[in-house]
């Protein structure tokens, strides 16, 4: 084989790691795309009580929330996310479709501390999964400051697979899969809903 036939190897063999890899050389943002769940019902009293939350970040890597792999599996750049921002919607949205209103000096004030949420990534055949784990802290306080109720909110193994993805698509998904289901078992925490409704009254 001539210098050029193995330069042009030499390419089209990067080409294709670029391309099982998803870019994994170069660093990216995923965005949350919460959505309630359609048939999610409002809680009596919920349109009495307006929530203000704030998310707290306190990850050891902050924004990060993954690492990209190349098609050998080899740990390549970071994939960040607004965690303070991208939570805080969340949750607002969650709070909105069970009837709770969101403000500022409302009745009750949700503390949420993100101690971890990260995204473990396999690559697959043209496509890359993840195991997702997250903890975190979350306090519900009244007009005065007092803490009246405490939770910790704690998932690990979440396994996602969004199927044939060389981009950020598996990603954001796998990312909102695992922001959702901490979300969902906040929100499914019933003494969380009546500390809300009782300060609220």
Known sequence: MNRNLKTAA????LGAAALLSGCAFVPMTVHSHYTPPA?????PGADKVVVDVVVKN????????????DGYGFKMAGVYMNISKDFKTAM????????FHI?????DA???TVKKFFLTEQMHFASEGHTGSLLWLVTVRNKLGKAIYATKISIAGLHHHEGFSFTSVGRSASANALLDSGVTKL???QLFIKALLKNGM
Do not use: P, Y
């Not at 890597?61 to 990209?68: A, D, G, Q, R």
């Open 110 to 112: 949700v503390d949420v």
């Open 103 to 107: 403000g500022k000096n409302g009745s």
């Open 187 to 189: 929100m499914d925490d």
């Open 39 to 43: 048939n999610v019902a409002k809680v």
């Open 58 to 69: 306190e990850k050891k890597h902050k924004n990060e929330v993954s690492v990209t792999k």
């Open 92 to 99: 607002d949205k969650a709070l909105v479709a069970r009837g």
């Open 10 to 13: 030499t390419i089209a063999a």
